[in-house]
Structures are given as C-alpha cells and as structure tokens.
C-alpha cells in the first residue's frame, strides 16, 4: 500500500536528550512536511523540503532540525534546545504547490 | 500575514440535522483551499482540495464550497460516524500548507 510511514508511535524523552522521528514516504512525491500539533493550536509547521537535499524553516524550526538525503525519507531530530517538546508530531508529503498533501499516523512525543 | 480562522470551534448536532462549518482565509494569492478530517490520535485524512471561487465537491454527506474570502463544508443528515475534527489549510504562493485550529464535530444518535 502506498502511504506515509510514521515511527514510532509513542516516544518517551529524557529531558537533554535529542531524539529522531522517522518518516518515510513510498507515493514517489518531491514534497515532505513536519508539522506539530498542540491542543487548540492547529498545526504549526516546523519544516519542509521541496527536493532531496534541500529544506526550510517554517514558523517553528527553533529547538529541531531535519535532513533530506533520500527523496523517500524526512527524519525530523528534537534536540535538547526545544523547550517544550511534548507534543504529536506529524509528516507529510505532496506532489508539490497547489497539491494536496497525505499525512502520516503521526508520533506522540512525551516528555518526562 | 496569511490567516485561517474556523468557526465555530465546536458544534453538536443532533443525527439529522444538518449545519455547515465556516472557514475564512486572508492569503495574497490563494493556491489551494483544502479540507480535512482528524480523528482523535491519528493523523488528518483528505477530504477536499478547492481552487477558485464558485468551485463546489461533494462526497457522501459532505459539500464543500469556496468565496473569495470563505470555504464552508456544508453536513447534510451527519450520522455518528461523522463525528470528528475537521481542519481548513489553505496554500498560497509558498510552499506549505497554513491550518486552522480546527472545528470539533459531535453528532449524537
């Protein structure tokens, strides 16, 4: 089945801890998405990349970081720089501008 | 700066009874209005994808439609099963999609 593939589902982090959240596409699409959902905030966009081995900062980059060296693959890593990390973290990917974009189940990130 | 705002934040309805859910956008160049479903835990599912104004889709109880200014998702007759967060994005000449908080959906039998 095509899809977007989000790993893990539930993660438990340490304060000081950097931690990776996988995210990995086969719908052949240039386009992949972080986003963070908080309560009653919406989703806020972290970062995107629109081809392999490039990417940008979206309204909330502060704290993460990403790479992009497989056009199937987006890792996002929450380093101990982001303050408040606990939230659900989700992926997703597009054909590009003007296209919808599929999500992933998304991770649930916790802090303690 | 580009703005999404959605209304109510939450609605119930009885099974039956039929509303519709506002979504008002400011974007300098809209690329796409999109529309989305969320159910608790998981992660937002496509519903709709409009471009232009007087454009309308439909699909089972559901009927979006797009002004210059506003998209609302109409609910014909919701049963249950329609009870969830619905998510308005809209894409202008970026390359992103910007949210709205979302409106939380309750259709009781």
């Known amino acids: 089945d095509g899809g977007i593939t989000q790993s893990p589902k539930y993660l438990f982090r340490k304060e000081g801890q950097n931690v990776t959240l996988s995210c990995e596409q086969n719908l052949n699409h240039d386009a992949m998405y972080w986003y963070r959902q908080d309560p009653g905030q919406g989703l806020r966009l972290i970062y995107y990349?629109?081809?392999?081995?490039?990417?940008q900062k979206g309204d909330i980059a502060e704290g993460y970081s990403v790479s992009r060296e497989k056009k199937e693959s987006f890792p996002l890593t929450v380093t101990s720089a982001q303050k408040n990390p606990t939230a659900f973290y989700l992926c997703?990917?597009?054909?590009?501008?003007?296209?919808?974009?599929?999500f992933g189940q998304g991770t649930r990130l916790t802090v303690v | 700066e580009d703005q999404v705002t959605q209304s109510p934040e939450a609605l119930r309805l009885q099974e039956g009874e039929s509303s519709s859910l506002n979504c008002s956008y400011t974007?300098?160049?809209?690329?796409?209005l999109f529309w989305y479903r969320q159910d608790p835990g998981k992660g937002p599912e496509f519903l709709f994808t409009?471009?232009?104004a007087g454009e309308e889709k439909e699909k089972e109880r559901l009927k979006a439609t797009l002004t210059k200014k506003e998209s609302f998702l109409h609910i014909t007759a919701p049963k249950p099963e329609d009870s969830a967060t619905y998510l308005c994005a809209v894409q202008d000449s970026g390359y992103a999609l910007n949210f709205g908080k979302g409106t939380s959906l309750l259709v009781t039998p």
């Open positions: 990349s629109q081809i392999v081995n490039d990417f």
């Open positions: 409009l471009y232009s």
């Open positions: 974007v300098s160049g809209l690329r796409g």
């Open positions: 997703a990917s597009s054909m590009g501008t003007g296209y919808q974009a599929f």
